[in-house]
């Protein structure tokens, strides 16, 4: 069986069996800062476990795409040496909500696996393991299924325990394994077997967990409402189904290996050479399926982990002979393998390749300058009889050449070298670490948690805030702020749950409505409203009078202005997505929003800042819309009509069969989602980017206004515009006073410099030159200093206005009254530079138009002085 066949079967199978098929969620977790990517089945259903969230189905089967790579799962380097280890993979799984349990699941598997309708195995090469103490899964294989008791296996909490965490749901689990044959045993000095050497004779496929109990700092409680999760994985069971012994032999990777020997010209083998081929495969479908997902490489996050997987594969590419970006070819082939299963993965390839494309460029123009100082640092390690790359030298490689450790790790590694990791982490630990660890928190608080405990057997929340500001409800429940069932009076803080509501819950961007929930002689004053997975909403407030108890009827109020500029926005960031699309490409994807009453904040990816006509044309397209008064309406409709008719839905965002598709005008815009809106786009009023700046690898944000905000907006920029007018005036006064004194020390040490190199021409003194100065005022000053450093001779001084203009002074000293006229000289200096002016015979000024001609006019002096001396 193919693997495409392998994973149609099982979901046919269990659909036989009474379960939902529910489509692969995506990497990206939705609401949930804990995990960086999917990594498992259960994860889309991990609220369901919990009691958080219900479903209209109690059973379910999925084939879950999953990465494994970074935080805990920090084995990448494995990736292509081993024949199990994988960045990407999908693993199958079915699941009971408090429906079916150990005897139906166990039987369920064997079924599946053995029965010639499906996969048909041998059943003598088949083995399962249990928990140590689970007698009732011993009972349910032996003598239900017809397992042989010395096929049963009883393995420890290590192996068939299985926790989410240090509290929560947990349970034993029950393994089924492949025996590969005798003639793969291990020497183990107790035998080849799974309870003794686990080695790769015993192939575990399928991993059947029963969550019976609750992990308590007391310790384990039984659950009342027991589940089953379950993971099968794809390829493991493919070697199976396909009679090979690693994972990379079978028919999932073999047309990706195909394109790229047709790239590089080289052949896939099964020595050495195979390791370059299965890395850039695994690598190359792992990032394709995270673009597909809206990933983008950056410096931190996810974005960080792809970025490292990218450039491992890339490295491992220089090993096949590449020097130019490859992997966004190779991402064709991944989309050809995968994309019937997956198919976004092919409407999404254009963008996929060029993303790859564009981060390989990237890593390539210094892969070659870091790949030549790793080899030299190697060259000089060996040489000086070390074996092992310093810390230092990892970190200067990662921060000069952008060389994770993975690939610094894995060239030591090549060369028989290691690396001193701990060296490198302390390193590192002096600058901003890059890949950050999600948080150590969880979306929902241990108060959310036992608020809905207490909330397992009550109603969810009726939400009316799409048509009403103000209703009538009842209180269902008051907790405290730790999440304890309470009564509450005046000063305290409470969390309230209501029948029915107005209040919005934050979520899709949107903030929580702020507002009062009053009755006689009690107010509330709500600052917030949350929503719990299981649908009740949560109005976090204060008691200002009164005393609040569960069953009051009381009237929940909407603070509606600032619900009315809430959906102003909400509704401008719909008409914002459409507009960036079409100006931009539609490659551009919503990658995160705030919608809060004073401002709207939209993420999207996209390469390179916008331009200001693009922005420009943004505004206009968006402005249109609203002038246009096109109709917003909102209808719910199943998910794959609403997909049908062009409906955009968001990444990473979980949708339920059915949805609430928000359109403007006539389908100009149409999107799921589940925020509040205007009626009419005219409500708007106006739209007004305020900035757009880059926040990541390949996301852009904007942040802009709407109605009143963009009058706000702009009156505060007319106000810092004038405070910056003022500092500026006051700033240019200072700098005035300061140019004057500079002009007038440079003056001074100008004048003796002028002085020392007077002429004299028939016994007189002369001073003829250009003066640093700029207005007739100053030039006269300084002629005055001149003459009287001179005591008895002539001044003439020359200088370029600011106007281009040449200005010019000359004087003549007392006792040379009769024999020289510094009008008549300043005339004939003037004409040479294009000019005229004369004056006194004691002092006279002039002006030029040609500034160029001034030197020669200056040198002029001596001969016009003579000529009028008579000499």
């Given at each position: 069986?193919?693997?495409?066949?392998?994973?149609?079967?099982?979901?046919?199978?269990?659909?036989?069996?009474?379960?939902?098929?529910?489509?692969?969620?995506?990497?990206?977790?939705?609401?949930?800062?804990?995990?960086?990517?999917?990594?498992?089945?259960?994860?889309?259903?991990?609220?369901?476990?919990?009691?958080?969230?219900?479903?209209?189905?109690?059973?379910?089967?999925?084939?879950?795409?999953?990465?494994?790579?970074?935080?805990?799962?920090?084995?990448?380097?494995?990736?292509?040496?081993?024949?199990?280890?994988?960045?990407?993979?999908?693993?199958?799984?079915?699941?009971?909500?408090?429906?079916?349990?150990?005897?139906?699941?166990?039987?369920?598997?064997?079924?599946?696996?053995?029965?010639?309708?499906?996969?048909?195995?041998?059943?003598?090469?088949?083995?399962?393991?249990?928990?140590?103490?689970?007698?009732?899964?011993?009972?349910?294989?032996?003598?239900?299924?017809?397992?042989?008791?010395?096929?049963?296996?009883?393995?420890?909490?290590?192996?068939?325990?299985?926790?989410?965490?240090?509290?929560?749901?947990?349970?034993?689990?029950?393994?089924?394994?492949?025996?590969?044959?005798?003639?793969?045993?291990?020497?183990?000095?107790?035998?080849?077997?799974?309870?003794?050497?686990?080695?790769?004779?015993?192939?575990?496929?399928?991993?059947?967990?029963?969550?019976?109990y609750n992990q308590t700092a007391e310790g384990l409680v039984p659950l009342e409402r027991t589940g089953v999760d379950t993971g099968l994985g794809l390829e493991r069971m493919a070697t199976?189904?396909?009679?090979?012994?690693?994972?990379?032999?079978?028919?999932?990777?073999?047309?990706?290996?195909?394109?790229?020997?047709?790239?590089?010209?080289?052949?896939?083998?099964?020595?050495?050479?195979?390791?370059?081929?299965?890395?850039?495969?695994?690598?190359?479908?792992?990032?394709?399926?995270?673009?597909?997902?809206?990933?983008?490489?950056?410096?931190?996050?996810?974005?960080?982990?792809?970025?490292?997987?990218?450039?491992?594969?890339?490295?491992?590419?220089?090993?096949?002979?590449?020097?130019?970006?490859?992997?966004?070819?190779?991402?064709?082939?991944?989309?050809?393998?995968?994309?019937?299963?997956?198919?976004?993965?092919?409407?999404?390839?254009?963008?996929?390749?060029?993303?790859?494309?564009?981060?390989?460029?990237?890593?390539?123009?210094?892969?070659?300058?870091?790949?030549?100082?790793?080899?030299?640092?190697?060259?000089?390690?060996?040489?000086?009889?070390?074996?092992?790359?310093?810390?230092?030298?990892?970190?200067?490689?990662?921060?000069?050449?952008?060389?994770?450790?993975?690939?610094?790790?894995?060239?030591?590694?090549?060369?028989?070298?290691?690396?001193?990791?701990?060296?490198?982490?302390?390193?590192?630990?002096?600058?901003?670490?890059?890949?950050?660890?999600?948080?150590?928190?969880?979306?929902?608080?241990?108060?959310?948690?036992?608020?809905a405990a207490h909330l397992e057997s009550v109603a969810p929340t009726a939400f009316v805030g799409y048509t009403e500001l103000s209703a009538e409800g009842r209180v269902l429940a008051v907790?405290?702020?730790?999440?304890?069932?309470?009564?509450?009076?005046?000063?305290?803080?409470?969390?309230?749950?209501?029948?029915?509501?107005?209040?919005?819950?934050?979520?899709?961007?949107?903030?929580?409505?702020?507002?009062?929930?009053?009755?006689?002689?009690?107010?509330?004053?709500?600052?917030?409203?949350?929503?719990?997975?299981?649908?009740?909403?949560?109005?976090?407030?204060?008691?200002?009078?009164?005393?609040?108890?569960?069953?009051?009827?009381?009237?929940?109020?909407?603070?509606?202005?600032?619900?009315?500029?809430?959906?102003?926005?909400?509704?401008?960031?719909?008409?914002?997505?459409?507009?960036?699309?079409?100006?931009?490409?539609?490659?551009?994807?919503?990658?995160?929003?705030?919608?809060?009453?004073?401002?709207?904040?939209?993420?999207?990816?996209?390469?390179?800042?916008?331009?200001?006509?693009?922005?420009?044309?943004?505004?206009?397209?968006?402005?249109?819309?609203?002038?246009?008064?096109?109709?917003?309406?909102?209808?719910?409709?199943?998910?794959?009509?609403?997909?049908?008719?062009?409906?955009?839905?968001?990444?990473?965002?979980?949708?339920?069969?059915?949805?609430?598709?928000?359109?403007?005008?006539?389908?100009?815009?149409?999107?799921?989602?589940?925020?509040?809106?205007?009626?009419?786009?005219?409500?708007?009023?106006?739209?007004?980017?305020?900035?757009?700046?880059?926040?990541?690898?390949?996301?852009?944000?904007?942040?802009?206004?709407?109605?009143?905000?963009?009058?706000?907006?702009?009156?505060?920029?007319?106000?810092?515009?004038?405070?910056?007018?003022?500092?500026?005036?006051?700033?240019?006064?200072?700098?005035?006073?300061?140019?004057?004194?500079?002009?007038?020390?440079?003056?001074?040490?100008?004048?003796?410099?002028?002085?020392?190199?007077?002429?004299?021409?028939?016994?007189?003194?002369?001073?003829?030159?250009?003066?640093?100065?700029?207005?007739?005022?100053?030039?006269?000053?300084?002629?005055?200093?001149?003459?009287d450093k001179l005591g008895s001779g002539v001044v003439v001084l020359g200088a370029v206005a600011g106007d281009g203009k040449v200005n010019l002074v000359a004087a003549v000293t007392k006792?040379?009254?009769?024999?020289?006229?510094?009008?008549?000289?300043?005339?004939?200096?003037?004409?040479?530079?294009?000019?005229?002016?004369?004056?006194?015979?004691?002092?006279?000024?002039?002006?030029?138009?040609?500034?160029?001609?001034?030197?020669?006019?200056?040198?002029?002096?001596?001969?016009?002085?003579?000529?009028?001396?008579?000499?």
């Amino acid at each position: 069986m193919t693997g495409s066949e392998i994973r149609t079967a099982f979901i046919e199978f269990f659909k036989s069996k009474g379960h939902t098929h529910v489509p692969s969620s995506s990497l990206v977790p939705h609401n949930d800062p804990t995990l960086l990517f999917t990594n498992a089945g259960m994860n889309q259903f991990k609220d369901t476990f919990l009691g958080l969230e219900k479903r209209d189905y109690s059973r379910a089967v999925t084939a879950q795409k999953c990465v494994r790579a970074g935080g805990k799962h920090n084995d990448l380097e494995e990736v292509g040496f081993t024949a199990r280890h994988h960045t990407f993979f999908e693993m199958m799984g079915n699941f009971s909500f408090g429906d079916y349990f150990k005897e139906e699941a166990l039987a369920y598997a064997w079924e599946f696996i053995t029965s010639p309708e499906w996969l048909g195995l041998p059943k003598e090469r088949l083995w399962v393991s249990i928990y140590k103490d689970d007698d009732e899964a011993f009972d349910v294989w032996h003598n239900k299924v017809g397992v042989p008791a010395d096929r049963i296996v009883r393995l420890g909490e290590k192996d068939n325990f299985w926790r989410m965490g240090d509290t929560g749901p947990c349970g034993p689990c029950s393994e089924i394994f492949w025996d590969m044959g005798p003639e793969h045993a291990c020497d183990h000095p107790k035998g080849c077997a799974i309870d003794t050497c686990g080695c790769d004779r015993w192939r575990e496929f399928w991993n059947n967990v029963f969550m019976q109990y609750n992990q308590t700092a007391e310790g384990l409680v039984p659950l009342e409402r027991t589940g089953v999760d379950t993971g099968l994985g794809l390829e493991r069971m493919a070697t199976i189904m396909q009679g090979v012994w690693s994972n990379w032999e079978i028919d999932l990777w073999k047309p990706i290996f195909a394109r790229i020997a047709e790239l590089s010209g080289r052949t896939y083998g099964d020595g050495p050479e195979a390791v370059p081929f299965r890395v850039i495969a695994d690598h190359a479908r792992c990032c394709t399926f995270l673009i597909a997902d809206g990933v983008r490489f950056s410096n931190e996050g996810r974005g960080y982990v792809m970025r490292r997987i990218l450039r491992r594969a890339v490295r491992f590419g220089r090993n096949l002979g590449f020097t130019g970006p490859f992997i966004w070819q190779v991402a064709g082939a991944v989309a050809d393998v995968m994309g019937d299963a997956y198919p976004e993965v092919r409407a999404e390839l254009p963008t996929i390749q060029e993303e790859l494309r564009r981060e390989e460029e990237r890593f390539f123009r210094t892969l070659e300058q870091g790949m030549a100082r790793l080899e030299e640092i190697l060259r000089n390690m060996r040489q000086d009889g070390k074996s092992t790359v310093s810390g230092q030298d990892a970190f200067v490689l990662y921060d000069t050449y952008g060389f994770p450790l993975d690939i610094v790790r894995d060239v030591a590694r090549e060369h028989g070298f290691t690396v001193d990791e701990q060296g490198y982490q302390a390193a590192m630990a002096e600058q901003k670490a890059r890949a950050r660890a999600a948080r150590d928190v969880s979306y929902v608080t241990e108060a959310q948690t036992r608020i809905a405990a207490h909330l397992e057997s009550v109603a969810p929340t009726a939400f009316v805030g799409y048509t009403e500001l103000s209703a009538e409800g009842r209180v269902l429940a008051v907790f405290d702020e730790e999440g304890n069932p309470t009564g509450a009076g005046a000063g305290s803080s409470v969390v309230i749950v209501l029948d029915r509501t107005p209040f919005y819950a934050e979520g899709g961007g949107q903030v929580g409505d702020t507002g009062r929930i009053v009755a006689e002689g009690l107010t509330v004053e709500v600052e917030d409203c949350r929503k719990l997975p299981s649908g009740h909403h949560l109005h976090y407030g204060t008691v200002q009078q009164g005393f609040l108890e569960v069953g009051q009827r009381v009237e929940a109020q909407v603070d509606a202005g600032k619900r009315r500029a809430t959906q102003k926005n909400h509704t401008a960031t719909h008409l914002l997505h459409k507009a960036l699309r079409a100006v931009l490409g539609t490659h551009v994807h919503q990658a995160g929003s705030l919608v809060a009453p004073d401002r709207l904040r939209f993420d999207f990816a996209h390469t390179g800042p916008m331009t200001p006509e693009q922005i420009a044309a943004v505004e206009e397209m968006v402005n249109g819309e609203i002038e246009a008064a096109e109709p917003v309406t909102w209808t719910e409709m199943p998910i794959d009509e609403a997909k049908a008719l062009g409906a955009m839905a968001l990444f990473g965002e979980k949708y339920g069969d059915v949805v609430r598709v928000v359109s403007v005008g006539d389908g100009w815009s149409r999107e799921l989602c589940g925020g509040c809106h205007v009626s009419n786009t005219s409500q708007i009023q106006y739209f007004k980017v305020i900035s757009e700046s880059g926040i990541g690898g390949g996301v852009r944000r904007i942040e802009a206004a709407t109605g009143a905000g963009v009058i706000r907006h702009l009156e505060e920029a007319q106000a810092r515009a004038a405070e910056a007018q003022e500092q500026l005036r006051g700033r240019v006064k200072e700098l005035e006073k300061e140019l004057e004194q500079l002009r007038a020390k440079l003056a001074a040490s100008e004048t003796g410099s002028l002085v020392e190199r007077a002429r004299e021409v028939g016994g007189i003194k002369v001073v003829a030159g250009t003066a640093p100065v700029a207005t007739m005022d100053d030039l006269r000053n300084m002629t005055d200093v001149i003459r009287d450093k001179l005591g008895s001779g002539v001044v003439v001084l020359g200088a370029v206005a600011g106007d281009g203009k040449v200005n010019l002074v000359a004087a003549v000293t007392k006792d040379l009254a009769g024999r020289v006229h510094a009008g008549k000289l300043i005339k004939e200096v003037a004409q040479i530079c294009g000019g005229g002016g004369g004056g006194r015979p004691d002092m006279a000024t002039a002006g030029g138009k040609n500034p160029e001609r001034l030197g020669e006019a200056l040198n002029a002096v001596p001969r016009l002085l003579g000529e009028q001396l008579g000499l």
